[in-house]
């Protein structure tokens, strides 16, 4: 199946720093990304949808301000989380999609934790 | 999306086929069921998916019922690695994927 990577892997910051996170499908372009948020024993929650060259669409209750998406090429998208404070400390899941694939396949993960 | 409902949890002995249902009695006739499981503190995993007719693959058999309301993704030998949350997920091809709860399975020596 296609490959997805993140990096870094897991990151500690200090609160009201910016922590950026790199989303690359390795082996097939993708058209579309999804940024997800996990909390211990919870399930995937999406936080925005990006689309190659196009503003992200991001869902109900989720900061755009806040968590920065960019997607400017076919196989990287990005993810900052601005002004980080302890409660942004989660597992960050992106994954990718390409023209005409009718799956999504998704990255490893990225642990924050904000000090 | 469409709703799915599986139950919160599961075990199965190793060595043995883990059966694992889904009910998604809404699913229109566009959309796709999917599953996906994840492992403790990784990304989620592809597993199959299907539109209307059973699918196989080097990982597990999805099998989806004539009126496509439920399905059944079956692992056919167990092993203590396949020990996950699986989630069934319906959507359309090409559409986000919102998760549910999942089921989680306990794979036991």
């Known amino acids: 199946g296609a490959v997805v990577s993140q990096h870094p892997s897991r990151v500690i910051c200090k609160s009201g720093t910016s922590v950026k996170i790199e989303c690359r499908s390795l082996?097939?372009?993708?058209?579309?990304m999804f940024w997800y948020r996990q909390f211990p024993k919870q399930s995937l929650m999406l936080m925005a949808t990006s689309n190659e060259g196009s503003k992200a669409t991001y869902e109900q209750g989720v900061e755009k301000d806040k968590f920065l998406i960019n997607h400017a090429s076919l196989t990287l998208s990005t993810l900052t989380v601005t002004s980080a404070h302890p409660e942004d400390s989660s597992f960050y899941i992106c994954?990718?999609?390409?023209?005409?694939?009718?799956?999504?396949?998704f990255g490893p993960g990225t642990r924050l934790l904000v000090l | 999306d469409a709703k799915t409902t599986q139950p919160p949890s599961m075990d199965c002995a190793e060595g043995r086929a883990a059966n694992l249902p889904c009910n998604h009695s809404t699913i229109s006739g566009n959309e796709y069921v999917y599953w996906y499981r994840q492992i403790h503190s990784q990304g989620p995993q592809y597993i199959i998916h299907g539109l209307k007719n059973n699918e196989t693959n080097e990982m597990a058999s999805l099998i989806i019922t004539e009126d496509r309301k439920s399905s059944t993704l079956i692992l056919p030998h167990a092993t203590l690695r396949d020990t996950a949350v699986y989630y069934c997920?319906?959507?359309?091809?090409?559409?986000?994927?919102?998760f549910g709860a999942g089921t989680r399975l306990f794979v036991k020596a």
């Open positions: 994954s990718a999609s390409g023209t005409g694939q009718e799956t999504q396949y």
């Open positions: 082996d097939f372009q993708a058209t579309t």
């Open positions: 997920i319906v959507r359309p091809g090409g559409f986000k994927t919102i």
